[in-house]
């Protein structure tokens, strides 16, 4: 434990000895400035600069424009266009399906397959639409019996923690 202590006593002292760092003219050698400082300033001034350095870089690159040379970012412009080339190629989409099913239409009515008098073009609009199907949310056997599990181990679980309290 001594050996401990005394090698802790060794780094205190050569951190904080006092030392003068002295600039001087080579010519005339005059003094230009000098500091005191130990071991322990040096320590903390690199440190504290190397981290206001890392924030500096970092505030830099997040904030401007900066970081569209960084591999992986884009531009602001270029998203705001991949957003609107989306946004126009599905309502094309859409569109052209209703085209289409127009066009089919026209052709089983010149074809006649289909008669003039059911020839409407709402109503083949209103039939080309998607329509979302519905979905069966209800839960099926398997998940029930899984809830049933969990539910008894709940009760377990909570009937174990207040055994353990109450010895």
């Given at each position: 434990?001594?050996?401990?202590?005394?090698?802790?006593?060794?780094?205190?002292?050569?951190?904080?000895?006092?030392?003068?760092?002295?600039?001087?003219?080579?010519?005339?050698?005059?003094?230009?400035?000098?500091?005191?400082?130990?071991?322990?300033?040096?320590?903390?001034?690199?440190?504290?600069?190397?981290?206001?350095?890392?924030?500096?870089t970092t505030v830099i690159i997040a904030f401007t424009p900066l970081?569209?040379?960084?591999?992986?970012?884009?531009?602001?412009?270029?998203?705001?266009?991949?957003?609107?080339?989306?946004?126009?190629?599905?309502?094309?989409?859409?569109?052209?399906?209703?085209?289409?099913?127009?066009?089919?239409?026209?052709?089983?009515?010149?074809?006649?397959?289909?008669?003039?008098?059911?020839?409407?073009?709402?109503?083949?609009?209103?039939?080309?639409?998607?329509?979302?199907?519905?979905?069966?949310?209800?839960?099926?056997?398997?998940?029930?019996?899984?809830?049933?599990?969990?539910?008894?181990?709940?009760?377990n679980s909570q009937s174990n923690a207040s055994k353990a309290?109450?010895?």
């Amino acid at each position: 434990m001594s050996e401990k202590r005394l090698k802790r006593k060794i780094l205190h002292k050569k951190l904080f000895t006092k030392n003068r760092l002295v600039i001087l003219n080579e010519d005339t050698f005059e003094e230009i400035f000098s500091f005191k400082l130990n071991l322990m300033n040096v320590f903390v001034v690199a440190t504290s600069g190397a981290i206001l350095l890392i924030f500096f870089t970092t505030v830099i690159i997040a904030f401007t424009p900066l970081r569209e040379y960084i591999p992986g970012y884009s531009s602001s412009k270029l998203k705001k266009d991949a957003t609107e080339l989306a946004l126009k190629s599905d309502s094309l989409t859409l569109a052209l399906k209703k085209n289409e099913a127009y066009i089919k239409s026209i052709q089983k009515v010149l074809t006649g397959q289909l008669e003039y008098a059911k020839f409407n073009k709402d109503s083949i609009l209103a039939a080309s639409e998607e329509t979302p199907s519905k979905f069966d949310l209800s839960a099926s056997e398997e998940e029930l019996e899984l809830r049933k599990e969990v539910a008894k181990e709940e009760k377990n679980s909570q009937s174990n923690a207040s055994k353990a309290k109450k010895k």
